[in-house]
Every structure is written in structure tokens, then in C-alpha cells.
């Protein structure tokens, strides 16, 4: 009976050896690239030191930066290796650089080891049907996203007649993933479990697996991988996605062929017609998948965050609610409550908190990242090599114009009024517009496609919860509970409720 067991330990033995030497080779290998550039926090002489700040504090150490070296180029000792941070201005200089020449995606890829994660992938078919389809047919899916959001409180919310604790972190993720479904894979899809589980599964697992992953030398990371839990995972959720999307696709398949009139107007249509319209012959059904999943985690997880520092910054600032309340019950009067999208750009306070309370809180202290895809020399000469990723120090409140007002200031009418100070003004300063000042969406040729589409989501459901709740924090929560930093990420409090009380 005992030789029925040696398998198990030589594997298990083999498998504890090889971890072993992979990680003494992975640290030994590990020669961080260096550029001729002051670093942060180099006096302290503690390297771990400062990569353990960069994970913890990371909007400190570029403070520190800035006050420092002000409009000079410096280097921070991260997990990953130095990385570059430019002063603001120098954005000027990469704007007009293309994706295939200065790509914000690949940046992202690459903090995200998006070559085994599988989020290191650009297509021109999603792009296409990010940038020209999303965007041309946002105004018809408001009410659609509305019933979806209406849907999912009735849902999945408690009844909330007196004041009930509420998990924004978990309630909001479903709330934000089932809308944004209705959009790329249609109805009833959008309200299929599974899919909205594994649509919301895959971006936990390509951030935790890529956080594992990228503790290891790259040169061993092909090994390294297998012994990943979340790596294994996301092989899991892509088969999964396709397991659970080919039902739909041949369903519409059976459908009679009318490509003039097709019943259908969503993402998945978007990309096949794009497909067969370029005759891209690499695009399939599993390539439909995965695209799928790529585009849920770009849209989902930021939205829900933006939303949750939004209901923050409201709970603590009670004041801002009335006058919300009534703009929102002025633009809807004329339909009886009921959204449509011209509603949308006519909340031109609601889009004034949302800009204010994302200037404070935005998704990233470095919002602007590019990596160069071929040799760029900036403007001041300094040189920057292809491959190598740099970020813009892009939410330091000092640098915000004068006529804005105070910067350090919350004002969540700020951009309201500055709207409403010219004709001129009457289309600037919105949430969703890229501009050297704001940058929370990028800057330039590569800004984020889909920030109308945040916006929009963004508007419905605080709109939603605004008409239907009152919204407090819990007893003993005096201010507004503080950010957590992850490396460059500002995350909302995950260990905080609300209290919801239906109106």
C-alpha cells in the first residue's frame, strides 16, 4: 500500500524543488533597469523600504516628487523596477503619438503582466466597436441601462424601508456589471448568473494572479505561471465565457439572415459586423469570448469605483443632495421620471460632483501612462527607450488653474459654474472630457474610448439611487472614510457600509 503513495510525494517533491530554485534563479536574475534620472527617497538607502512605500503610499512618495524636483523628470523604486514619472507638461509631448507608437494600453498590459493575464490583446474590431458603435448608440440604450438598474435594485437590494447597511463594494459590481451587459451582450443575456459572475471573476483573477506573477524574474514566468492558482483560473474563465456566450451565438445564428435589419444592437453584433465587413478571418466565436471578457473588466470594475467614491463624497457632504434631487426631477418632468438621453447632458450638476468628486478621488494618482512602442525624445531631450513605460504626476491639486477656485478645496458645483460663466464655457468641464487640466481619462489620441459610456452608466445610477434613496453612513462615521492606495490604484474603503432608506 505504501508504493501506491511514492508518486504523490516524488511529484509533490519535485514540484517544492522547483519552486525553490525557480525563486533563489527569479531573485538572482532580477537586475533592475536604471535611467539617469534622480530617484525619490534614495537618502534612505532602503530599497525594500521604497518599494514597500510604492505599494502602500504611492500618491506620498510623488508628492514627495513633486515638491522636490518640480517640473524635473524622476524615477520611483517600485516592486517591478524603477519607474519613470514626467511632470504634467510633457504630456504635450506624447499626445499626439498613436497607440501603435505610444500605447496607454500596453502600459496597462504590461503592470498587469498582460501577456500571460491575456489583457495584453488589442483588436481593431473592439476598438472600432468602442470608439464608432458604443459611442453612436449611447443615447438609445438609457432607458434600456435604466430597467436594468431598476431591475437589479428590485432585485437585489433588501426592501430598504427603514435604514438597511449596504455593501457598495458587492452590491454596486452586480448593479454596474448587469447594466453594462445589457449593452454588450444584450437581453436576456445580461441577466444570465453565470455570466455575470465570470464577466466579474476575471478581472480578480487577472489582478491577483498578475500581482503573484510579476514577484517572479520574467525570464522564469513561463514556469512560474503554472504554479498560480488565479493564472489557471483565468484559463478557466475565458473557456467558461465561451461555454456560456455559444448558446446566444447560435441562437442568433437560427435567426433568418437579414443583415439590414438585424433585431440586434449590442456589442456582440458590433464585432461580428465588423468582422465580416473587413473579413477578418481570425475572428471568431472564442475571440468573441475573450474580447468580451476584456471589455467587461475595463468597464465594470472602474465604474463601480467611481460610483462608490461618489456616494462617499455625498454621504459626507449632505448638503449637495437637494439641489441634485431637483435637477434631476426638472430634466425628467416633461417624461414623468423616466430617462432619455438628452436628460443626461441636460444634469449639469450631477456632472459637476461626479467631475469634482473623481478630481479628488480619481481611478490612479498617474492617470496619464504610455508605453513606448518606438524610440521617443521628449521635448527637453531626455530619451526614452522603446519598451520602457512612463507615467504623468497627474493629481497633484497644486497644479490646478487659478481660475478654478480653491484646488484642496471640495466643490461640488465647481465645474457647474465654471460651465455657466461664458457661452463659450457651456460645453467645457465635463466629466467625461480629456483635457491637460483633467487627465483622469488620459490626454490626447489615446484617451480612455469608453468615458462616455462611463458617464453615462455613472449618471443613471446615481440619478437611480438619488430619486429612490436616502443614504447615510452608518453610526459613528463622522467624515468620510479615507482612500486605500495600491501602488498608483486610489480605492474607496472596501470595509465601510451605507446605510440605504428607500424615499
Not at 237 to 250: C, F, K
Request: charged share 25%.
Amino acid at each position: 500500500m505504501t508504493f501506491l503513495h511514492l508518486p504523490t510525494l516524488w511529484a509533490s517533491a519535485f514540484t517544492a524543488t522547483t519552486i525553490f530554485i525557480v525563486a533563489a534563479v527569479s531573485g538572482w536574475l532580477r537586475k533592475p533597469k536604471t535611467f539617469d534620472v534622480p530617484i525619490v527617497g534614495a537618502d534612505s538607502g532602503d530599497a525594500n523600504a521604497l518599494k514597500a512605500r510604492y505599494v502602500q503610499e504611492a500618491d506620498q512618495l510623488l508628492r514627495e516628487g513633486y515638491e522636490k524636483f518640480k517640473d524635473a523628470i524622476f524615477q520611483v523604486i517600485t516592486p517591478d523596477g524603477p519607474r519613470i514619472f514626467l511632470p504634467r507638461k510633457f504630456a504635450h509631448d506624447l499626445k499626439e503619438y498613436n497607440r501603435h507608437e505610444a500605447s496607454g494600453m500596453k502600459a496597462l498590459g504590461d503592470r498587469h503582466v498582460g501577456h500571460y493575464t491575456t489583457i495584453d490583446h488589442e483588436s481593431d474590431i473592439m476598438l472600432g466597436a468602442i470608439k464608432i458603435d458604443l459611442n453612436r448608440n449611447l443615447g438609445t440604450f438609457v432607458g434600456d441601462v435604466e430597467d436594468e438598474v431598476a431591475y437589479c435594485f428590485e432585485t437585489q437590494f433588501p426592501p430598504c424601508r427603514d435604514w438597511t447597511p449596504i455593501d457598495l463594494h458587492d452590491k454596486l459590481l452586480r448593479v454596474v456589471a448587469q447594466a453594462s451587459a445589457r449593452i454588450f451582450v444584450g437581453y436576456p443575456m445580461c441577466r444570465n448568473e453565470e455570466w455575470l459572475d465570470c464577466s466579474t471573476k476575471f478581472a480578480t483573477d487577472v489582478m491577483t494572479g498578475g500581482e503573484k506573477l510579476k514577484q517572479w524574474h520574467p525570464y522564469l514566468r513561463p514556469i512560474a505561471q503554472y504554479f498560480i492558482p488565479e493564472m489557471t483560473q483565468i484559463r478557466g474563465d475565458h473557456q467558461r465565457a465561451l461555454d456560456l456566450l455559444l448558446p446566444e451565438l447560435n441562437r442568433r445564428l437560427a435567426e433568418p439572415a437579414n443583415p439590414d435589419d438585424s433585431p440586434h444592437n449590442d456589442m456582440i453584433q458590433w464585432m461580428q459586423e465588423r468582422a465580416r465587413k473587413t473579413g477578418d478571418t481570425s475572428f471568431n466565436n472564442k475571440e468573441l469570448a475573450n474580447l468580451q471578457m476584456l471589455t467587461a473588466t475595463a468597464a465594470i470594475h472602474t465604474t463601480r469605483l467611481a460610483i462608490i467614491h461618489a456616494l462617499y463624497d455625498l454621504a459626507a457632504r449632505p448638503e449637495y443632495v437637494e439641489p441634485l434631487r431637483k435637477e434631476i426631477s426638472e430634466v425628467t418632468k416633461d417624461s414623468k421620471g423616466i430617462l432619455q438621453k438628452q436628460h443626461l447632458t441636460q444634469m449639469k450638476m450631477l456632472d459637476s460632483f461626479m467631475k469634482e468628486s473623481q478630481r479628488h478621488s480619481p481611478p490612479s494618482v498617474a492617470t496619464y501612462q504610455r508605453k513606448a512602442m518606438i524610440p521617443i525624445t521628449l521635448s527637453n531631450g531626455f530619451h526614452i527607450p522603446a519598451g520602457t513605460i512612463v507615467q504623468c504626476n497627474t493629481n497633484i491639486l497644486d497644479e490646478t488653474p487659478a481660475s478654478w477656485g480653491d484646488p484642496h478645496a471640495f466643490d461640488g458645483f465647481r465645474f457647474y459654474k465654471l460651465r455657466n460663466r461664458t457661452p463659450e464655457d457651456v460645453n467645457k468641464f465635463q466629466f467625461a472630457s480629456p483635457t491637460y487640466d483633467s487627465m483622469q481619462f488620459g490626454f490626447g489620441r489615446d484617451a480612455c474610448p469608453g468615458r462616455f459610456f462611463a458617464s453615462n452608466q455613472i449618471k443613471i445610477i446615481l440619478a437611480y439611487i438619488l430619486s429612490h434613496y436616502d443614504i447615510k453612513f452608518e453610526d459613528g462615521v463622522k467624515e468620510r472614510p479615507k482612500n486605500f492606495l495600491f501602488e498608483v490604484n486610489v480605492l474607496a474603503d472596501p470595509t465601510k457600509l451605507m446605510l440605504f432608506k428607500r424615499l
